[in-house]
């Protein structure tokens, strides 16, 4: 996610949506992107609830029915986009019917070139505990990284930002993402590595506990950190070297920001991971790919489980495809 040009806001209006839109903003505002509205109508709903409210008022219905769902759909996507993004941070509003909202979002992130997907963890109707299943769905699915908010945006102010790592340079794909964030929130990023007990094929991270303890971990995060700086050059991004203390904290944009590294041992990463988001942290920015090999999908099954159960706003984004090629190295 090297820059934001367009970003999709899949709504339906509950006060959750008023969070991802906020944070929306935020983002176009100061990137210079555009945000566009989407509301999807399930097929279900043609056919059942909305359907008899409306007939309830209107005796002629039966071929006034998708006009009066769609007008009211389109007022409330353009109230929301006055609401919420100056003009020129305005994009396009779409209303369209599908009978799986989470497939018609990916594919119209993915076909619509979109930087970022952002909505809101939760639905009006979902559980507190969980994120709401639509949202589920497009975090396990989408090609384009999904911003799921979980709180208002500035509760991020000054705070603190997760990034879980897993000693791969893909895992640092999320840096760039996570230091834009940071930059414009005044936010501070921790590097989180977790090792497991139980875990055989981590041969690059120290696997005693003892050395995770001791330090050793973050030297050679730092190195993995640099790797990906040098192999991929993002824009804006670079590290301050201050010679005897080394790498003490990051630049994105002339605007600095404050690092550190934090490791953890447990039986299970994602586990761990969440408890100390929970505790700790304001955002956590993770990729979904991890290291290659027979533990390929490892940090990728672990970020599902994190977003999908973490009660803080999550960030997830899919590595540069030049990431893999040089993770085989």
């Given at each position: 996610?090297?820059?934001?040009?367009?970003?999709?806001?899949?709504?339906?209006?509950?006060?959750?949506?008023?969070?991802?839109?906020?944070?929306?903003?935020?983002?176009?505002?100061?990137?210079?992107?555009?945000?566009?509205?989407?509301?999807?109508?399930?097929?279900?709903?043609?056919?059942n609830e909305q359907l008899r409210e409306t007939a309830k008022d209107n005796e002629e219905v039966d071929n006034?029915?998708?006009?009066?769902?769609?007008?009211?759909?389109?007022l409330k996507l353009n109230s929301l986009a006055r609401t919420h993004f100056q003009h020129k941070n305005r994009?396009?509003?779409?209303?369209?019917?599908?009978?799986?909202p989470a497939a018609l979002i990916t594919d119209q992130a993915w076909q619509g070139n979109y930087s970022l997907?952002?909505?809101?963890?939760?639905?009006?109707?979902?559980?507190?505990?969980?994120?709401?299943?639509?949202?589920?769905?497009?975090?396990?699915?989408?090609?384009?990284?999904?911003?799921?908010?979980?709180?208002?945006?500035?509760?991020?102010?000054?705070?603190?930002?997760?990034?879980?790592?897993?000693?791969?340079?893909?895992?640092?794909?999320?840096?760039?993402?996570?230091?834009?964030?940071?930059?414009?929130?005044?936010?501070?990023?921790?590097?989180?590595?977790?090792?497991?007990?139980?875990?055989?094929?981590?041969?690059?991270?120290?696997?005693?506990?003892?050395?995770?303890?001791?330090?050793?971990?973050?030297?050679?995060?730092?190195?993995?950190?640099?790797?990906?700086?040098?192999?991929?050059?993002?824009?804006?991004?670079?590290?301050?070297?201050?010679?005897?203390?080394?790498?003490?904290?990051?630049?994105?944009?002339?605007?600095?920001?404050?690092?550190?590294?934090?490791?953890?041992?447990?039986?299970?990463?994602?586990?761990?991971?969440?408890?100390?988001?929970?505790?700790?942290?304001?955002?956590?920015?993770?990729?979904?790919?991890?290291?290659?090999?027979?533990?390929?999908?490892?940090?990728?099954?672990?970020?599902?489980?994190?977003?999908?159960?973490?009660?803080?706003?999550?960030?997830?984004?899919?590595?540069?495809?030049?990431?893999?090629?040089?993770?085989?190295?």
């Amino acid at each position: 996610m090297a820059t934001i040009d367009r970003i999709l806001v899949p709504t339906d209006y509950s006060d959750y949506s008023e969070n991802a839109c906020q944070f929306a903003e935020n983002l176009a505002a100061a990137t210079g992107g555009v945000v566009d509205l989407l509301h999807v109508i399930p097929n279900s709903i043609l056919m059942n609830e909305q359907l008899r409210e409306t007939a309830k008022d209107n005796e002629e219905v039966d071929n006034d029915i998708y006009p009066l769902i769609f007008n009211e759909a389109e007022l409330k996507l353009n109230s929301l986009a006055r609401t919420h993004f100056q003009h020129k941070n305005r994009g396009d509003i779409f209303v369209k019917v599908d009978r799986s909202p989470a497939a018609l979002i990916t594919d119209q992130a993915w076909q619509g070139n979109y930087s970022l997907v952002v909505m809101s963890a939760k639905g009006k109707d979902e559980s507190d505990m969980f994120r709401g299943s639509t949202t589920e769905r497009v975090l396990r699915t989408s090609q384009v990284p999904v911003l799921s908010v979980y709180n208002h945006p500035d509760t991020l102010k000054s705070g603190r930002i997760i990034v879980p790592v897993d000693g791969s340079i893909l895992s640092m794909a999320a840096v760039p993402a996570a230091a834009l964030i940071a930059s414009l929130y005044n936010a501070s990023i921790t590097f989180l590595y977790v090792h497991e007990r139980m875990e055989i094929f981590n041969r690059k991270v120290p696997d005693k506990a003892d050395d995770v303890q001791s330090g050793r971990f973050s030297e050679y995060l730092m190195e993995r950190l640099m790797d990906f700086i040098d192999t991929m050059k993002p824009q804006g991004l670079h590290v301050i070297d201050s010679g005897e203390l080394g790498l003490t904290g990051l630049v994105y944009n002339n605007e600095e920001i404050g690092i550190s590294f934090e490791a953890l041992t447990g039986y299970s990463a994602h586990h761990e991971i969440t408890t100390y988001a929970n505790k700790f942290a304001d955002m956590v920015v993770m990729t979904t790919h991890g290291r290659s090999g027979l533990a390929h999908m490892l940090l990728g099954s672990h970020a599902e489980k994190v977003a999908l159960n973490t009660e803080k706003t999550v960030l997830t984004i899919r590595p540069d495809s030049k990431l893999f090629d040089k993770q085989k190295q």
